[in-house]
């Protein structure tokens, strides 16, 4: 049995659950702060289309082949992390932008195709 009480594969993951949040913190909700607070004008704009383009996508990638690891018990990184992606942005932009819920939306599907693809490559290598 994997999730044994108080041991073994279960404290793993709450461990690496507990580290991509901290991680998470970090990307989705320090770096937009960061921007707002700190670069002004027309840097400050490049620096949120890095941000929307290619941070965040990488991120919810590298989430998605995380969960990909153990789907069963991992399916709700890509979720979490799209809706805090969504707290973030509502609460360091502008409050109850529909666009950043269509942003959220595409991240979540990023997080989760790459996770069914993680899943699929790694059932096919322990064959």
């Not at 992606?85 to 360091?92: A, M, S, V, Y």
Request: positive net charge; glycine residues 8%.
């Amino acid at each position: 049995m994997l999730y044994k009480i108080g041991g073994g594969f279960c404290n793993i993951m709450k461990k690496d659950f507990i580290l991509w949040l901290a991680i998470s913190a970090v990307v989705i909700l320090a770096l937009p702060w960061l921007a707002v607070t700190f670069v002004k004008g027309d840097a400050g704009m490049a620096v949120c289309l890095l941000l929307f383009f290619a941070i965040n996508p990488i991120y919810f990638v590298a989430i998605g082949v995380f969960a990909g690891k153990d789907v069963k018990h991992l399916w709700s990184l890509p979720v979490t992390f799209a809706v805090l992606f969504l707290i973030g942005t509502w609460i360091f932009f502008d409050m109850g932008e529909m666009a950043f819920v269509l942003y959220a939306v595409v991240y979540l599907a990023l997080g989760i195709v790459t996770m069914l693809i993680s899943m699929i490559i790694r059932k096919k290598v322990q064959r």
